[in-house]
C-alpha cells in the first residue's frame, strides 16, 4: 500500500533522513522505533506533504505522493494523527470531529463515520459537547485519532501516540490501536515506548539516526539482544 | 408551533427587529423629527451603525481566524474615499441632480457596494503576502498598510491632503457627493439602518458555515487543520478579503455621515474614534470571537466616546478630571485596562447572544457557577 523508497530528506544542512526504505501492505500495523532525533517524525511529515524529500520517492497505491500539496493528500486516503495531538481546543469534540470529515460533502457520510468513531471511542461520545481543551490528554489523543478516521483513511499515520499520557492512559490507547488494527485499518506507528509499540505491530523498523538499523517482524526484534538492551531495558 | 429551533430563531429576531423599527418611527413622530432629533439623535446612530459594522469586521479576521491586523483603517479610507468620488463622479456627469429619487439611491447602492469591492480588492492585495507571516509581524506589515494607504490617498491628485472638502476635487462632497446634511440624515437613516443589518445577516452567515468553522480551526490549529484537508492560506486570504470588504462598507457610511473627508480621520495615532488601533480595542473589549459582543462594544465604546466629549455632567468635574478629558485616548485605555483586568476575554468572550437562547443560557451559566463553587469548596476540604 505504502512504499517508501530510498529518501532523503534535509533540515538546511542537515542531513537528517539518510536514504530510508519502507514498505506497509494492506492490513499491516508497521511500527517505527527508534531514539529521540532518529528522524522518526521527519520521515511522518515527509509522508503527508509537510517537508519535502530532497531524493527519493514515496507511492500510495502506485501514485507518487511527492508533488502533492499537504492539505490534498487526505482525499488519496492518508490520515495522519499529528505529534501532540493537535485538537482544536475552543471547538466541541462534535465539531473537532466534523472537521476531520471536512473533505467530505455528504452529510450521510459524515453521520455514518461519526457513529463509526463513537463506536470506537465511547468517551468520546460522552463529551460530545464539551471544549476540546477540556479534555484529558487521552481523551485528547483519542479525539485526534478519532478525527483522523472520519475521512475513512486508507491508512493512517500515528506519530507518539503515547505522549505525555499515565501509564494507565498509555495502555488505554494501545488497546484502541490494536482494536483499530484488528477492524482492518492499515497503520504506520511511530513511538519511542519500543516494548509497547513492538507488542502490538506486525512488522517493525528500527531507526538510528536517519538510517535505519534493523527490521523483521516485531516478535523477532522484541527478542533481539541488540534492541532488548537499547530500547527495552533488559 | 414552529418545530425547527433555527427557523424558532430566524422567526424571533425578525419580530424584535420589527418591532424595534416601528417603535423607533413612534419615537421620531414623537419629537416631531427637529431639534435634539435632527442634531444628536440621528447622528449618533449613524456613528453608530459604521462602528458596528467596523467593529464586528474586524472581528472577523481577529476573533474568529485570530490574525491581528492593526490596518483595518485602512480599508475603511479605500472604501470612504472609493464611494465618495464615484458619487462625484456620478454627479458631474449629471445621473442625479439634488439627492432624491431613484437614480441618487441607484447611485447611493452602486458606491456602498464598489466601495466594499475595492476594499476586498486591496484586502486581497494586502493579504496574500502578509498573511504568509504570523502573529507580531503581521501586527506589523498590517500597521504599515494602514500607514501606506494614507500617504497613498494624500498623494492622489483628485483626493488630495486637504480631503474632499475644499476643493482637490474641486467640489464639495457635501454640496455635489453623497454627504448627507443634517435633515438628509433623518430622511436616509434607513439607509444606514438597512446596510448595517445586511451586513450583520452576512457575517453571522458566514461565520455559522462551513467557512466559519474551517476558520475557526485554523485559529485553533493550523497544522491540524491543513491535515484535516483545509487550504489555510486560501482561508486566510479569503477571511482577510471578507472582512475588508466590510471594512470599506463601514467607510462609505462614514463618506455619507461626514460633510469632509480627509485622511487624518483614518490616520493611525489620531485621537479620534476612527483608528485601527480603537477598532482592536472594540473588538477585545466585546470578545473576539462575538459578533454580538462586537456590537455591544461599538455602542458602547461610541456613548463613551460621545460623552467624554460633549456630555454635559463633565462641566460640573473638576478641572485635571476635564483635561485628562481632552485626551480621549487614555480614557480608553484605562477602560481597556479595567476590562481585561476583571474579564480578560471581553464582555461577552465568544458567547454570542442569541435571543432564543437566552435564558436557557443564563440558567446554564448559574449552573456552572454553582458546580464550580461546589467543586471549589469540595476542594478547600479536602485539602
Request: charged share 15%.
Amino acid at each position: 500500500m505504502l512504499e517508501i523508497k530510498d529518501i532523503h530528506v534535509y533540515y538546511g544542512a542537515i542531513h537528517a533522513i539518510k536514504g530510508i526504505t519502507i514498505t506497509v501492505n494492506d492490513g499491516e500495523l508497521v511500527s517505527l522505533v527508534g531514539a529521540n532525533g532518529a528522524g522518526k517524525t521527519t520521515i511522518l511529515h515527509t509522508i503527508s506533504g509537510l517537508l519535502h524529500a530532497s531524493r527519493g520517492e514515496i507511492l500510495l497505491d502506485g501514485k507518487n505522493l511527492q508533488k502533492v500539496p499537504a492539505n490534498t493528500i487526505i482525499n488519496l486516503g492518508l490520515a495522519h494523527v499529528p505529534e501532540g495531538r493537535h485538537v482544536f481546543s475552543r471547538m466541541t469534540v462534535e465539531e473537532n470531529l466534523r472537521m476531520g470529515a471536512y473533505i467530505i460533502n455528504d452529510a450521510k457520510c459524515i453521520s455514518d463515520s461519526l457513529e463509526r468513531v463513537y463506536h470506537h471511542f465511547p468517551r468520546l461520545k460522552e463529551r460530545a459537547r464539551q471544549l476540546g481543551g477540556t479534555l484529558s490528554g487521552g481523551e485528547q489523543q483519542m479525539l485526534a485519532t478519532g478525527r483522523a478516521l472520519m475521512t475513512n483513511p486508507k491508512i493512517l499515520l500515528m506519530d507518539e501516540p503515547s505522549m505525555g499520557l499515565s501509564p494507565i492512559l498509555v495502555n488505554e490507547i494501545f488497546t484502541i490501536i490494536d482494536q483499530l488494527h484488528n477492524s482492518g485499518i492499515t497503520i504506520l506507528l511511530v513511538e519511542q515506548n519500543a516494548k509497547k509499540a513492538l507488542a502490538v505491530a506486525d512488522r517493525a523498523y528500527v531507526l538510528e539516526t536517519g538510517k535505519i538499523s534493523m527490521h523483521g517482524s516485531a516478535k523477532e526484534l522484541a527478542e533481539d539482544d541488540r534492541v532488548r538492551k537499547a530500547y527495552l531495558g533488559a | 408551533m414552529i418545530k425547527n429551533r433555527t427557523a424558532q430563531g430566524y422567526l424571533l429576531n425578525t419580530v424584535v427587529i420589527a418591532v424595534l423599527l416601528i417603535g423607533f418611527a413612534f419615537f421620531k413622530g414623537a419629537l416631531g423629527g427637529g431639534g435634539e432629533f435632527k442634531l444628536i439623535i440621528v447622528p449618533s446612530i449613524w456613528q453608530c451603525c459604521y462602528l458596528i459594522i467596523l467593529a464586528a469586521s474586524l472581528n472577523l479576521s481577529l476573533g474568529f481566524l485570530g490574525q491581528l491586523s492593526l490596518g483595518h483603517c485602512g480599508f475603511m479610507a479605500v472604501g470612504a474615499y472609493a464611494a465618495a468620488l464615484l458619487s462625484l463622479a456620478a454627479e458631474r456627469a449629471g445621473v442625479f441632480e439634488d439627492k432624491s429619487g431613484t437614480a441618487f439611491l441607484l447611485v447611493l447602492a452602486g458606491c456602498i457596494i464598489a466601495a466594499g469591492i475595492l476594499a476586498a480588492i486591496v484586502g486581497l492585495l494586502v493579504g496574500i503576502p502578509a498573511l504568509r507571516l504570523k502573529g507580531d509581524y503581521l501586527a506589523i506589515i498590517t500597521l504599515g498598510f494602514g500607514m501606506i494607504i494614507v500617504n497613498i490617498i494624500n498623494n492622489l491628485p483628485f483626493a488630495g491632503q486637504e480631503g474632499l472638502a475644499l476643493g482637490s476635487a474641486s467640489a464639495s462632497l457635501y454640496k455635489n457627493g453623497l454627504g448627507f446634511g443634517t435633515a438628509l440624515k433623518v430622511t436616509y437613516i434607513w439607509v444606514a439602518i438597512a446596510v448595517t443589518l445586511v451586513c450583520l445577516v452576512m457575517m453571522f452567515m458566514f461565520v455559522r458555515s462551513k467557512y466559519g468553522r474551517a476558520i475557526r480551526a485554523i485559529r485553533d490549529d493550523e497544522i491540524a487543520a491543513s491535515a484535516s484537508g483545509i487550504n489555510t492560506s486560501y482561508y486566510k486570504t479569503f477571511t482577510f478579503a471578507y472582512s475588508a470588504f466590510f471594512a470599506g462598507v463601514a467607510g462609505a457610511l462614514y463618506a455619507c455621515a461626514n460633510a469632509t473627508l480627509s485622511t487624518s480621520s483614518f490616520a493611525f495615532a489620531n485621537g479620534g474614534i476612527l483608528n485601527s488601533t480603537f477598532v482592536v480595542v472594540m473588538v477585545v473589549l466585546g470578545g473576539m470571537g462575538s459578533l454580538t459582543g462586537s456590537i455591544v462594544a461599538a455602542v458602547i465604546m461610541f456613548l463613551v466616546n460621545y460623552q467624554i466629549k460633549n456630555g454635559v455632567w463633565v462641566q460640573h468635574l473638576p478641572a485635571w478630571l476635564q483635561n485628562i478629558f481632552s485626551f480621549p485616548m487614555l480614557v480608553y485605555a484605562v477602560i481597556l485596562i479595567i476590562v481585561i483586568m476583571f474579564r480578560p476575554k471581553g464582555i461577552f468572550g465568544s458567547y454570542e447572544l442569541s435571543l432564543r437562547n437566552f435564558f436557557s443560557d443564563i440558567k446554564l451559566q448559574r449552573q456552572n457557577r454553582l458546580a464550580q463553587k461546589l467543586e471549589s469548596k469540595e476542594a478547600l476540604r479536602n485539602g
